[in-house]
């Protein structure tokens, strides 16, 4: 009887969790990279010819080849690609959503980050005519300042307690086992596989990156490793692994402009192209910490928490450009924003034609702010989900549609799903932001606005376990009673 009444207290919890109230969209942000865009070379200083030994491979240095007019700058391919992205995002998140919206842009001479916000929003808004003055970021100084300072991509120093990796070896060599040679080690197959493909390497490489006693042939293995603590904090070192990571994401760019890449890598078929990213995953895994989250990402994490707040009190925030109407709020950033927030969050994906929790170009991380009705009032819940396009279909720019679609991943926040769906109760959300960041490294916006709960409209919090558990507690006494009922019965 007893085993009985256990299985109806375990059974009901999972019954409630069927019944979960209905989800209302209330606001969507989008964190997202740029799209395509012409690679940096991976060594400066050095033509693209010392990669390979062989004089018949075309390294597309041509800026026209990838219709662009600039190294960094997005292709006319890539621009095309993000309008795709936002069409399709305008059928699904968006979704009939009748507020307006707010962009962030960050911007540098390149422009990239501002032309892949026009143009997802040629496909989102396709009346509205969106332009850079649209935008915070672009139209002055102060806006330009606001957005370094939010999307901190390692060009701003947010102070002596905000120091990012790159400014301590102990940290970086922490990362790596103390010793910065010990990961290409670790990845020596992969390495020469993208030696092997090229035909790597000239001497005058090895000779120029500092080793002129390589042997009978220079190899991707031959150059040494060397601390640099350059100003971006993701370039903390050099050595085999980051060199041919960056000649991996360099041959996955010329293949997604829809260019002819084995005219680079001859013998390299697709599959091996995306399995050899993990090489460039390996290289960004040591920056994207949770050091630089904490010192370089707090201010984003409020920033995007202070977003949702304002929707959920129907009041404006200080420090923020958005308003509280706003369906979606775009952060035209970078990959290591991405990263950087979903090493706060724990989040994990997986997408087509990617390695698990890649961020390609045109890459988007979204946060959905939901409501449900309750008797008090609307309770609040959050999810993130990963979206983007495969490897092909940014290759072909194919338009996207219900059956082929882009890939949209729910990525559930470990430490935070106890909502309907598995999706984040806000006021846990909040608790969670704040128990993360670092205070002093944030400076547009309070974090104490997040301190609040969100009763006055019936916020949901972290007791969204107490109603299974009363009414299986509840159940289990009635178990108990009918159980002796029908005892006494049988023995009278």
């Not at 290409?184 to 000239?202: F, G, T, Y």
């Not at 100003?231 to 070192?237: A, R």
Request: glycine share 8%; charged share 20%.
């Amino acid at each position: 009887m007893f085993h009985r009444q256990l299985l109806i207290l375990l059974w009901l919890p999972r019954c409630a969790a069927a019944d979960d109230p209905t989800l209302t969209q209330e606001k969507v942000l989008v964190i997202t990279r740029h799209g395509i865009r012409v690679p940096y070379p991976p060594l400066e200083g050095l033509d693209w010819n010392v990669y390979s030994t062989d004089d018949g491979r075309n390294w597309f240095t041509d800026f026209k080849d990838w219709g662009a007019d600039q190294v960094a700058g997005l292709t006319d391919h890539g621009q095309e690609v993000i309008r795709e992205m936002g069409a399709f995002f305008k059928q699904t998140l968006l979704n009939g959503a009748k507020g307006g919206y707010t962009i962030y842009s960050a911007v540098d001479s390149t422009q990239r980050d501002i032309k892949t916000a026009i143009n997802f929003f040629k496909g989102a808004y396709p009346n509205d005519n969106v332009t850079a003055h649209d935008m915070v970021g672009p139209r002055s100084d102060s806006e330009e300042h606001y957005v370094k300072v939010l999307l901190n991509q390692g060009d701003f120093d947010a102070g002596a307690k905000c120091p990012s990796s790159a400014t301590i070896p102990g940290v970086i060599e922490g990362a790596t086992g103390g010793d910065l040679t010990y990961i290409s080690h670790e990845q020596k197959r992969n390495i020469m596989e993208v030696n092997e493909a090229l035909a790597c390497c000239r001497k005058e490489l090895c000779v120029k990156q500092g080793n002129s006693s390589f042997g009978a042939k220079c190899t991707l293995m031959s150059l040494p490793t060397r601390w640099e603590g350059q100003k971006l904090y993701w370039e903390d070192f050099t050595g085999p692994l980051t060199v041919s990571a960056k000649l991996m994401e360099f041959i996955q760019l010329v293949y997604m402009n829809g260019m002819d890449y084995t005219k680079i890598v001859p013998k390299m078929s697709e599959e091996d192209l995306a399995s050899l990213m993990r090489l460039h995953e390996e290289s960004m895994g040591i920056p994207d910490d949770y050091w630089n989250s904490r010192n370089a990402a707090s201010e984003l994490f409020v920033h995007l928490a202070a977003t949702m707040q304002e929707t959920v009190t129907g009041k404006s925030i200080a420090g923020l450009k958005s308003k509280p109407s706003d369906s979606l709020v775009y952060y035209a950033a970078h990959d290591i924003n991405i990263y950087l927030i979903r090493r706060f969050l724990r989040l994990n994906w997986v997408t087509a034609s990617f390695n698990p929790n890649q961020s390609p170009p045109g890459g988007m991380l979204v946060f959905v702010l939901y409501s449900t009705e309750a008797a008090k009032g609307k309770e609040y819940f959050v999810k993130a989900f990963f979206m983007t396009q495969s490897m092909r279909q940014q290759r072909e720019a194919s338009t996207l549609s219900e059956t082929d679609p882009a890939s949209q991943v729910f990525a559930i926040m470990p430490g935070c799903a106890d909502g309907p769906e598995l999706s984040c109760p806000f006021d846990d959300f909040k608790r969670l932001v704040l128990s993360q960041i670092k205070p002093e490294c944030v400076q547009l916006v309070d974090p104490s606005v997040l301190a609040a709960k969100s009763d006055a409209v019936g916020g949901a919090g972290s007791n969204t376990w107490l109603a299974p558990l009363i009414v299986g507690i509840v159940s289990l006494i009635v178990g108990v009673a009918l159980g002796g009922m029908i005892s006494k019965r049988r023995s009278s």
